[in-house]
Every structure is written in structure tokens, then in C-alpha cells.
């Protein structure tokens, strides 16, 4: 019971719960709601589920539960001896397709956002200046083709940092924009950006809503949008029977197989989840994620992300995905491929950038590659730091 009222009141609220000390995503045992939302699409999606979804489906139940009883005891032999003999209701054929249309199109329009949103990779660019208390004027590149230019002021997004902390700044408040239409866009701050800080400037027409916004502002679109940035790199998915491979093309030619964990080398919680191989990507970066097949159909499904995606033999399917935060997400083969289909789970590790160049350095070393990221240079300055620390 005490479950249930939880999945109700999730469900009533849209809430994505997220405990920041949770390094897995585990679904809870015996869960209702959703897995936790690993990203700000995936808030989306639950959202939409929740909020807009969920009461719908609640609604129609019980008013064709109603119905039939009605018609059940009221409409019976006993209660009715004598049953009238019409054949329509012009008011009521108007209503009972009318309703659902409408029903049809709230359901349809909000969805159709999202899945746009999830497949089409994000193309937002940004450019850092440095802040010199005097410079006002700033010049974002609008050099996107012409239907995905930056046009009007949710495109751009302008943010200080000073290193500590970063300031959204708001469009008219703090700073104007001219050149619409034109390749160069200028942001004018209202005042100069101080010495020190950087002025980040992006633009673009891949925009959501902040992760983390409350589900009232969610119903009036109220939310805070940000732009969100292209592709870092390119995560390459293949399904086999029974296993998944990847590679990272970006970071040299190396690829690696992952394997379920055999019952005996995992917990009773991990197991059917845990690889032998996880997936590494950098957090807050956006993940370009191409997926295709080698024997059969296989589906990549990261509920966290909110991504399910056919693998296909012959076909490169496209997704993308951006972490908010570290942690181990889990998903497993979503399209039944054979004897063994329930043994080739997913399993995504989110790390920082310094620990995934770590991670793609080693995985180079394992394939005879020169490292990448921990290159001599690296290695003197951090031994010169290091010396200078110990001083
Ligand atoms: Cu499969």
C-alpha cells in the first residue's frame, strides 16, 4: 500500500527522484515508477509520462468502468424489462469522436516534441571570451545552415564565470542582442565583464529545459531553457548475439566487447545488469551514440537517458544522449535476439572529464596506442606542480 501511495504521488507530481549519493541507478526492487532521469530529456519524458499520460489513461478507465457498471445494473433484463429499439444518437457519435480527437491531440503533440528533440543530435555552439572590465560587446558566430540559425533570444544563452561560480545572464536585464539574421550576432552586456571572468556565449536552436525544474512551471513552460551544445564525441553501439561491443572513434581505433558478469562474480542485485566492459562517457557533455547490428535486430534501452533504439543489421540508427550526473546507469537488449537475450546487458559508466581522458588513455594502451590525453607535456606540468606543492 505504502508503495502504491508512493507511485501515486510520484506519478501525481511528475517528480524525478534522484538521491546524489546513488553511484547506481539501480530500478528499485519491486518499483513502480520510473527509473530515475538521468538527464534533462528523460525529466522530460517522465514528465510528460506522469503529468500528462498517466492521469489521462486514469481518467478514461474509470469512466468506461463507470459506464459499463451503469449499463451492467441499470440496463439489465431484470431492470429493463422492455428494451427501446433506436439506432442513433447523432449528439452522441458527434461527442464520442470529437473527444477523443482532441484527447488523440494532446496526447500527440507534446510526444511528437520529444521524440524530434531525441532524434536530432543538438548543434549548439558556444564561444568563450575573456572577461577585461571594459569590453561590452561580444560576437557569437551565427554560422549555422539557415534553418537551424540562432533567431530569437531563447537561441542564445550568455553565462559569467568567474571560475567559482557561473551567473545565467537574462536577456534585456543584463545584455542586448543586434545583428538577427545577419552571420554575426552581437551580445552588448549591460555592463563590462570583470577581469577574470569568461563570458561563455551559445547559441543555437537545440534548447530544453534546464534539468531539475519543478513540474508546475513544466505545465505553463515556465522553465529556465538552455542551449545545448554539440557533440563531444561519437559512442559506437553494435549488438551481437549475445554481447554488445563499442567503439570510440573519436579517441582512436580501439573498440572492446562487453559481457555479462557471470552469476558467481556479481551481486544478486547486479547481476543481469553488471558487465565485464562498462561504457565510459564524460558527464554534462552531449553523446553522440550511432547503433547498428551484426547478426539480428538488438534495441540499446538506457531507461535512465530515456533512449531505446533499434539496433539493425545494415543500418546505422542515431541517438543522443547528455549525462547530468556521474553515476552507473543500466539498461539491457530491448528486442528479443535469440536463446540468450536476456543476458546482454548495458551498463554506462558517467565520469569527469579528467577521469574519462584517464580511462580512454588506458583503454589506447590496451589496443598499442600512444596515449592521448596523458601526453609528456601533461605529465611534466603535473610533476612541476606536483614539486611546487611539496615546496
Ligand atoms: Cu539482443
Not at 549548439?124 to 554560422?143: A, I, L, M, W, Y
Request: charged residues 20%; hydrophobic residues 45%; aromatic residues 10%.
Amino acid at each position: 500500500m505504502k508503495r502504491l501511495l508512493k507511485a501515486a504521488f510520484v506519478a501525481m507530481t511528475g517528480m524525478s527522484v534522484w538521491a546524489a549519493s546513488v553511484a547506481y541507478a539501480l530500478p528499485e526492487q519491486g518499483g513502480l515508477g520510473m527509473v530515475p532521469a538521468g538527464s534533462a530529456l528523460a525529466e522530460e519524458v517522465h514528465f510528460f509520462h506522469n503529468a500528462v499520460l498517466l492521469p489521462i489513461i486514469t481518467v478514461i478507465s474509470l469512466l468506461v468502468l463507470a459506464l459499463l457498471l451503469w449499463v451492467v445494473f441499470r440496463y439489465n433484463a431484470k431492470a429493463n424489462p422492455n428494451a427501446r429499439k433506436f439506432s442513433h444518437n447523432t449528439l452522441i457519435e458527434v461527442l464520442w469522436t470529437g473527444i477523443p480527437i482532441i484527447i488523440l491531440l494532446v496526447v500527440a503533440l507534446p510526444s511528437f516534441e520529444i521524440l524530434f528533440k531525441e532524434g536530432i543530435t543538438p548543434d549548439g555552439k558556444q564561444v568563450v571570451s575573456r572577461g577585461d572590465g571594459q569590453t561590452v560587446d561580444f560576437v557569437f558566430p551565427n554560422d549555422f545552415p539557415e534553418s537551424r540559425m540562432a533567431s530569437r533570444a531563447g537561441h542564445l544563452q550568455v553565462i559569467l564565470d568567474d571560475g567559482a561560480s557561473r551567473t545565467v545572464l537574462k536577456n534585456k536585464r543584463d545584455y542586448s542582442v543586434d545583428g538577427w539574421g545577419e552571420r554575426d550576432l552581437v551580445v552588448s552586456l549591460n555592463d563590462p565583464a570583470p577581469v577574470g571572468t569568461s563570458v561563455i556565449v551559445r547559441g543555437g536552436r537545440s534548447t530544453q529545459n534546464v534539468s531539475g525544474c519543478p513540474t508546475i512551471k513544466r505545465y505553463f513552460d515556465g522553465c529556465e531553457k538552455e542551449v545545448v551544445l554539440e557533440p563531444t564525441m561519437t559512442l559506437k553501439v553494435n549488438g551481437y548475439q549475445w554481447n554488445w561491443q563499442y567503439a570510440y572513434p573519436d579517441f582512436g581505433d580501439f573498440d572492446f566487447f562487453s559481457n555479462m558478469m557471470p552469476e558467481d562474480q556479481t551481486t544478486p542485485e547486479l547481476y543481469r545488469f553488471e558487465v565485464d566492459n562498462r561504457v565510459v562517457v564524460p558527464v554534462g557533455e552531449t553523446i553522440r551514440v550511432t547503433v547498428t547490428a551484426n547478426d539480428v535486430i538488438h534495441s540499446w534501452a538506457l531507461p535512465n537517458f530515456a533512449i531505446k533504439i533499434d539496433a539493425v543489421p545494415g543500418r546505422i540508427n542515431e541517438t543522443w544522449f547528455r549525462a547530468e550526473r556521474e553515476g552507473i546507469y543500466y539498461g539491457q537488449c530491448s528486442e528479443i535476439c535469440g536463446v540468450r537475450h536476456s543476458y546482454m546487458p548495458i551498463a554506462v559508466e558517467v565520469v569527469s572529464r579528467p577521469a574519462f581522458e584517464a580511462w580512454v588513455d588506458s583503454q589506447r594502451a590496451l589496443a598499442g596506442l600512444e596515449p592521448m590525453f596523458d601526453t609528456d607535456e601533461v605529465k611534466l606540468a603535473q610533476t612541476a606542480n606536483a614539486d611546487a606543492a611539496a615546496e
